[in-house]
């Protein structure tokens, strides 16, 4: 997510393996500020970081998420056709896990910490930091926001300008990201509408309200 807390995750990981394997899910292809960190990350960190699109970009499309009529016919022509395919995290796993020639069974590390909610925190008390039959694992799931202040600072990694612009990394398509691309990064506010046309309307309601 290029978050506080994956990055901390990866630096974490990195006290206990030889070797990373980062990937990194967009929502949206060819974003300038996402790609701006990235390249920062894969400089810092000196590895190549994969892209791979979201689960949630392609279930947005095939739900015509936004998408003006004359896109509809077009949109399920791609999902005839399985060029708009579902898949999950796991088909992302075992993609990570076919290119590296990896175990089998090799799991992947994320970001989330029980202090996050209170959701997360029952979810890990219930089922502990590793879900083995999803093949993944939370190495920091214990930590609080003072032991990620702390490791970010000690490492000297910068967080992406999504902090500034969102007070959060970009993970969707509603006013809360669209206002702040509009206002500041107008290249991938049209970015965005170029595969969501009618997220448009979120501005459109916003400025009617505070005309």
Not at 14 to 30: A, H, M, Q, T, W
Not at 46 to 55: A, E
Not at 129 to 139: A, C, D, N
Not at 145 to 166: E, I, M, N, S, T
Request: glycine fraction near 4%.
């Amino acid at each position: 997510s290029r978050g506080k807390d994956s990055i901390a995750a990866w630096l974490e990981l990195r006290e206990c393996f030889d070797s990373v394997k980062p990937f990194y899910l967009y929502g949206i292809p060819g974003l300038e500020f996402v790609d701006e960190s990235l390249d920062y990350f894969e400089r810092f960190f000196q590895t190549k970081i994969i892209r791979y699109p979201h689960p949630s970009l392609h279930r947005k499309l095939r739900n015509f998420v936004f998408q003006p009529p004359e896109r509809c016919l077009v949109i399920e022509q791609a999902i005839r056709m399985r060029m708009l395919p579902k898949f999950e995290y796991e088909d992302v796993r075992q993609s990570v896990v076919d290119k590296f020639g990896l175990p089998e069974e090799t799991l992947y590390a994320d970001g989330v910490r029980a202090a996050d909610s209170p959701i997360r925190r029952l979810a890990i008390i219930k089922h502990g930091p590793i879900t083995w039959s999803q093949h993944k694992y939370h190495p920091v799931w214990d930590w609080n926001k003072a032991d990620l202040v702390a490791c970010l600072k000690k490492h000297g990694v910068r967080l992406p300008v999504d902090y500034a612009l969102f007070g959060r990394t970009f993970d969707g398509i509603d006013l809360r990201f669209l206002l702040p691309l509009k206002k500041h990064r107008p290249r991938d506010y049209k970015r965005v509408l170029d595969f969501f046309p009618l997220a448009e309307l979120e501005i459109f309601r916003w400025e009617r309200r505070h005309a």
